[in-house]
């Protein structure tokens, strides 16, 4: 039972070493070696139909937010989200030993 313990953290820990060394590679920095970030602005975009067909497209299908930002029905197949619950945060500390955040950025209710 130890032996699985420690297999799985270091199974997550590797993963999450590549994903981060992965990020920092894609950084864009500057001659000083800073990261270079554009400034915050108010900017507002028009709401429409199709950006919210396409924000729909990105969160459900291309990125699949809501696998893990949100509890998932693991009696169906390709588990999908509980209807009503997309976005509210998952712990998924039995499973893999992480909390993911809602979308607003707080811990699971």
Known sequence: MCARVILRAATILSILTVVLLACRSQRLSDDRGGVKARPLTARKFERNPERLRRGSYLVNGVAACFTC??????????????PGKEGSGYDWGRLLLWVTLNVGGTPPS
Do not use: A, N, Q
């Open 69 to 82: 930002h949100g509890p998932v029905d693991f009696s169906k197949p390709g588990t999908p989200p509980v």
